[in-house]
C-alpha cells in the first residue's frame, strides 16, 4: 500500500465524518445563536440556560438525521472492505 492510497483513505474518512457530523453540529451552532439572541435581547446571562435547549435539538436532529448517518457510514465501511484486496497486492 503507498502513501497515497493511505492519503486517499484518509481523506474519505475524514469526509465522511464531515458529512456525519454535519446535521448534529449546525443544529447545535443554530441553537446556541438563537439561545444567545434571546439571552441578549433578555438580558438573562445564565450559562447553563444553553445546555438543556441543545442537547435537546442535537438528540432531534439524531432522531431525524440517524438512518442516514448509518447509511453513510456502512457505505463507507463496506467500500472500504471491498478495496482491502486491491490495496493489500
Known amino acids: 500500500m503507498s502513501q497515497g492510497e493511505v ?9 465522511t465524518i464531515l ?4 446535521p448534529m ?3 447545535a451552532l443554530v441553537v446556541g445563536l438563537l439561545i444567545s439572541m434571546f439571552q441578549a435581547m433578555t438580558q438573562i446571562n ?8 441543545k442537547i435537546l ?3 432531534l436532529a439524531l432522531v ?8 453513510t457510514l ?3 465501511t463496506i467500500k472500504l472492505f471491498d478495496s482491502l ?3 493489500m497486492s
Not at 486517499?8 to 474518512?13: E, R
Not at 458529512?19 to 454535519?22: G, H, N, Q
Not at 431525524?64 to 447509511?71: D, K, L, Q, V
Open 74 to 76: 456502512i457505505e463507507f
Open 46 to 53: 445564565e450559562q447553563t440556560l444553553v445546555f438543556v435547549p
Open 25 to 27: 453540529m449546525i443544529t
Open 85 to 87: 484486496p486491491t490495496l
Open 7 to 15: 492519503l486517499t483513505i484518509m481523506q474519505q474518512a475524514i469526509y
Open 57 to 59: 435539538a442535537v438528540l
Open 19 to 22: 458529512k456525519v457530523a454535519a
Open 64 to 71: 431525524i438525521f440517524g438512518s442516514w448517518m448509518m447509511t
